[in-house]
Nanobody, 126 residues
Framework: QVHVVESGGDSVQAGGSLRLSCAAS????????MGWFRQAPGKEREGIAV????????NYADSVKGRFTVSQDRTKNMVYLQMNSLKPEDTGMYYC???????????????????WGQGTQVTVSS
C-alpha cells in the first residue's frame, strides 16, 4: 500500500510561481512512476507531468511544457512540481498519483495509477 499527500496549493496572480509537493509513504519501492494531474471545474482530469521513479524519464503535457518542471527526491520519497509563468487556465485541483506498473507511455491515462492523493487547490487570478 502507498499513501500519497499533496501540498503547496495556493492563490496567485498570473505570471506567478508555485511549487507543489507530493509525499509518498508506505511500500514506495513498488512505485514505477509518479504523475501530476489537474482538474478544472467542469473539465476532465488532465495528466500534466510524470517522472519515472529513477528520474530517467520525465514528460509533460503541451499545455505546461516549458513552464512546469517535475522533480523528485528519492531519499525523501518526495516529488515536486515547480510551476512558473502561471496562467488563469492553470486553475484547478492538482493531484499526485503513483503507478506500480510499467507503461509510462500511457502516463496521461488516469487508469494507469493505483494511488491518488486528495489534491491541492491552485487558483490563478488575472
Amino acid at each position: 500500500q502507498v499513501h500519497v499527500v499533496e501540498s503547496g496549493g495556493d492563490s496567485v496572480q498570473a505570471g506567478g510561481s508555485l511549487r507543489l509537493s507530493c509525499a509518498a509513504s508506505g511500500y514506495t519501492m513498488s512505485i514505477v512512476f509518479m504523475g501530476w494531474f489537474r482538474q478544472a471545474p467542469g473539465k476532465e482530469r488532465e495528466g500534466i507531468a510524470v517522472v519515472q521513479s529513477d528520474g530517467a524519464i520525465r514528460n509533460y503535457a503541451d499545455s505546461v511544457k516549458g513552464r512546469f518542471t517535475v522533480s523528485q527526491d528519492r531519499t525523501k520519497n518526495m516529488v515536486y512540481l515547480q510551476m512558473n509563468s502561471l496562467k488563469p487556465e492553470d486553475t484547478g485541483m492538482y493531484y499526485c498519483a503513483a503507478s506500480r506498473y510499467g507503461g509510462i507511455g500511457r502516463w496521461r491515462d488516469a487508469s494507469m495509477y493505483d494511488y491518488w492523493g486528495q489534491g491541492t487547490q491552485v487558483t490563478v487570478s488575472s
